[in-house]
């Protein structure tokens, strides 16, 4: 059927050139929202003649119908007041509302609602870069292919001339349009865009492009306001795969959206802005190795599998990609790049050594059994658009300048396609901090040669490879990867393409920012991961109702006020002022002046008792007492944890400890103390814990992180957060700061640990809720496997307490055959499930090959990976938590047949 008011401008987008038949109807203007599937849906079946008249249903929400002007518009059309109503079908991301005009005055002829990567002039045309200003008439845009032909509107790009054949053809296939745009470049102007703030290649009509944007755990240290989600220890002991892939898009949302609307409000290109860009660096997926480090707030977990599934979650749910997928829903783009860093072995900062010096010791299972698998997920999984080397050094190799890494690991091993960028400055401390080489010359040389792309931070290694190259330390072809990789990653973004075919990620904006659904979103999160520890004589949930005198419910120590401290580090997202409700007001929005407040400690490290008489005194006229213990990032003292710094000790600083005593000898036995810890970093209670009725980790709970705490201390919300670290009885029980390898000495993390019964007080995976679950009926869907296959497992398990609440159901595993040394016990699968009080549900786990995998030893090249699955037994365990610290776990053991296999063969 030919329409002839209808023109294609790309595959799956049409554009409106004429009148329509009469009578359609009013277009889809319904509410989105995002069902469990995390899928869009639309809350009306009426469709336009637009529709109708393509005879293809999936091209409809790409349109509306004005009947005032009898003309369907491409939904991003700014002469569409109704655009972006709805989405291309099949996008997982949810429509933002029409978005608004830029704060300020609009400069002389109003502001050009400029779409994609062009940026609005004052005369309201639009361009690339804002020297070309003054080229076109309000409306128009500049084509990129001459830098001199204007055409009408945003849908008139595919009509700019010389497009057909270069690296602005999208009839293309990507590596072509590479091709031309490295044929076409200087040398020069390729080693100029390896680094974070690449400048413009105006003869190509690239513009600038600011890739640095420290997106932890939202938009970060922008003008605008974003979603604060929990810290990533918070973050981790959700174990929900579901909530860190809607927390992942979250942040993907929010930074494309962002990243439009700063477009689009002026012309600077967001070059002085971290946080503008849809390139983030995040996550963090080191693993805590152990709890003095000061990062270790930043990531997930100490546990490889663990953080390797909620990886390729949070990864993807922010790429808005499919596991093993390049692109997003249309089949080309990605809503946002996201990073898998810090690439490899770094988890210390100041202790024993500095970071950027430190040299990490490792064998080939310290390697595989440890600090690659969660990498491996995130690159081949989640396919991670670039990878940040680390400061460190890996057996006597920096990093940034390590082949092994780089190249046989993340291009050989792994086929992976995306670029390494360096920590910042960690390409130039290949000679100026761990002096591997003599100049920074043949530092440059060096880190390029290995597989670098991009220098983060300043340029000194990037702007000595020129001579690197008339020195012939240096090809050129080397060069011109590297600037192939970094467009690899700018044309999947849809950075080079035209505005209107990279929908809807263009049309998003910064109303996106705190949306009501994103915060509903940060507060699940919280709420998720709130870790009940200790509950005795159930002293929690409190009762509001049993509050009704003043200053019966007490709240005592600095932490309850300092709504900033919930957010964690990274989170300047949120503008001063702007960090939400603290835990004491959000414990008094439900008591009213029912609440008493003492700060006990002037802040977290509690050096003096000075304050402790008003907090006993404010206590003992109390019928319950909550204590805020804990830790505060980028500060000073004892108490402090953050990037360059770890603690010395495990213990609570200062006198936090002499404070619950002092509390509890004033009040007695009889009223309940309960202990609200904020951190990161696990800690080391003591009689304090002995002390306390009751124990709950709220870790770094973000932006909603107050009403979160308050709900689940009232019991609105029966916590069910297990914790991702390993908690220790003391500091002397851990190995030598440093020591990588987790198995040597004592070992560390529960994995390792050799004393684990005497000397851990909380195990990885533990946690409390307000009711009790039964498991019952494990089945194994095999009794022998062969070494390729999966492990499918079944269990009931019954909610037998009186509580709606979630459960964490885990299964780990040992393999007692196994020919080398092996992790005692291992997490192979867990899911987060609802179970209503009385109810029982059947929850299915799986065990993948990997998790059953062993590592030979390598010494010759410990970067070759030498997984293999061995004949023999299994054990396995499901239920609540380690099999040593749960009660009522299940067990059973299957065979693995057949000959040795290398993993590498399992694909």
């Excluded at 991301?93 to 609005?120: D, N, R, Y």
């Excluded at 269990?795 to 609440?805: A, E, F, L």
Aim: charged share 15%; glycine share 10%.
């Amino acid at each position: 059927m030919t329409v002839p008011w209808l023109t294609t401008v790309a595959v799956g987008l049409v554009v409106a050139s004429g009148a329509p038949a009469p009578g359609c109807p009013d277009p889809i203007n319904g509410t989105d929202f995002l069902n469990e599937d995390h899928q869009q849906e639309a809350s009306s079946d009426s469709y336009s003649s637009c529709c109708t008249l393509c005879q293809d249903q999936s091209w409809c929400k790409a349109f509306t119908f004005r009947p005032d002007q009898q003309k369907c518009y491409l939904k991003s059309d700014p002469k569409n007041p109704v655009h972006n109503a709805n989405a291309i079908s099949g996008s997982t991301v949810p429509v933002p509302p029409p978005q608004p005009s830029p704060p300020g005055p609009p400069p002389p002829g109003g502001w050009a609602p400029c779409l994609g990567e062009f940026t609005p002039c004052p005369d309201g045309s639009c361009t690339m870069n804002a020297e070309d200003c003054g080229t076109c008439k309000a409306g128009q845009y500049l084509c990129p292919s001459d830098q001199k032909t204007c055409v009408d509107g945003a849908e008139g790009y595919v009509q700019c001339p010389g497009l057909k054949g270069t690296h602005l053809d999208t009839s293309l296939d990507v590596e072509s349009r590479l091709d031309y745009l490295v044929a076409h470049t200087t040398m020069n102007d390729q080693i100029a865009q390896l680094t974070n703030k690449a400048p413009a290649i105006p003869y190509m009509g690239i513009p600038e492009y600011n890739w640095l944007n420290d997106d932890q755990h939202g938009v970060a240290r922008t003008s605008a306001n974003a979603t604060v989600l929990p810290n990533g220890c918070s973050l981790g002991a959700t174990f929900s795969k579901k909530t860190l892939h809607l927390a992942g898009r979250v942040v993907g949302q929010e930074a494309r959206g962002l990243h439009n609307m700063f477009l689009h409000q002026n012309n600077d290109r967001g070059m002085n802005c971290n946080g503008c860009g849809i390139t983030a660096y995040a996550p963090n997926l080191n693993l805590v190795r152990d709890p003095r480090w000061g990062r270790g707030q930043e990531t997930f977990g100490e546990d490889p599998y663990h953080m390797g599934r909620l990886v390729v979650e949070y990864v993807t749910g922010a790429q808005d990609n499919q596991p093993g997928s390049k692109a997003g829903p249309d089949g080309k783009h990605m809503l946002v790049g996201m990073c898998c860093k810090h690439f490899a072995a770094y988890d210390l900062e100041d202790v024993p050594t500095s970071r950027v010096d430190f040299n990490a010791n490792l064998s080939s299972s310290d390697l595989w059994y440890t600090y690659m698998p969660a990498f491996q997920a995130c690159i081949k999984e989640a396919q991670a658009t670039h990878v940040m080397c680390s400061y460190n050094s890996v057996n006597g190799v920096p990093t940034c300048g390590s082949k092994g890494l780089l190249t046989e690991i993340l291009r050989e091993q792994w086929n992976w396609d995306g670029f390494v960028v360096s920590d910042y400055d960690a390409w130039a401390n290949i000679l100026n901090t761990h002096h591997y080489v003599e100049t920074m010359e043949d530092a440059g040389a060096v880190g390029i040669n290995a597989g670098m792309d991009q220098e983060g931070g300043g340029t000194k290694a990037i702007e000595t490879l020129a001579q690197a190259v008339a020195d012939k330390k240096v090809t050129t072809q080397t060069i011109s990867t590297a600037f192939r990789r970094l467009f690899r990653i700018r044309i999947r973004l849809g950075m080079l393409d035209p505005p209107t075919t990279v929908l809807p990620y263009n049309s998003l904006n910064g109303t996106q920012a705190q949306s009501p659904a994103h915060l509903n979103i940060t507060k699940t999160a919280a709420l998720e991961g709130m870790t009940l520890l200790k509950n005795e004589k159930e002293a929690l949930p409190l009762d509001a109702t049993k509050f009704s005198k003043q200053g019966s419910l007490a709240v005592i120590g600095p932490q309850a006020t300092m709504a900033g401290l919930l957010m964690g580090n990274y989170a300047e997202s949120a503008a001063k002022g702007n960090w939400g409700t603290d835990i004491l007001d959000a414990v008094s929005q439900r008591v009213g002046t029912s609440v008493s407040w003492a700060p006990g400690c002037s802040d977290p490290n509690c050096e003096t008792t000075d304050g402790f008489a008003a907090a006993v005194a404010t206590a003992k006229s109390a019928d319950a007492v909550i204590v805020t213990l804990g830790l505060w990032f980028n500060q000073h003292g004892d108490a402090n944890e953050g990037e360059g710094h770890d603690r010395n000790a495990i213990e609570l600083p200062g006198h936090q400890a002499d404070l619950v005593a002092a509390i509890r000898n004033a009040v007695g036995p009889s009223t309940p103390v309960i202990g609200l810890l904020v951190h990161g970093g696990t800690l080391a209670l003591g009689d304090a814990g002995n002390q306390l009725d009751a124990i709950m980790s709220a870790w770094y709970p973000g932006l909603e992180g107050g009403h979160a705490i308050a709900e689940t201390l009232f019991g609105d919300y029966s916590p069910a957060g297990r914790t991702p670290v390993t908690w220790y009885s003391s500091t002397d029980v851990l190995p030598s700061p440093g020591e990588m390898d987790e198995s040597a000495g004592g070992g560390v993390t529960y994995r390792y640990f050799k004393d684990y019964n005497k000397s851990v007080v909380y195990p990885f995976g533990y946690g409390l809720s307000y009711t009790t679950f039964a498991y019952s009926n494990l089945v194994v869907n095999a009794s022998t496997v062969q070494p390729c296959e999966s492990i499918g497992l079944t269990v009931t398990v019954t909610n037998s307490g009186s509580v709606d609440s979630d459960e964490v159901v885990q299964a780990y595993l040992q393999t007692p055959d196994a020919s080398v040394p092996a992790p005692r016990v291992r997490l192979a699968a867990f899911e987060r499930v609802h179970v209503g009080k009385g109810e029982s549900v059947v929850v299915n786990l799986v065990v993948t090959p990997e998790s059953l995998s062993v590592v030979l030893p390598n010494p010759a090249d410990v970067y070759k990976d030498t997984r293999q699955i061995e004949s023999g037994k299994v054990t396995l365990h499901v239920g609540g938590g380690q099999p040593d610290y749960f009660h009522g776990a299940l067990g059973a053991s299957v065979v693995v047949a057949g000959t040795t296999t290398p993993l590498s063969q399992c694909s």
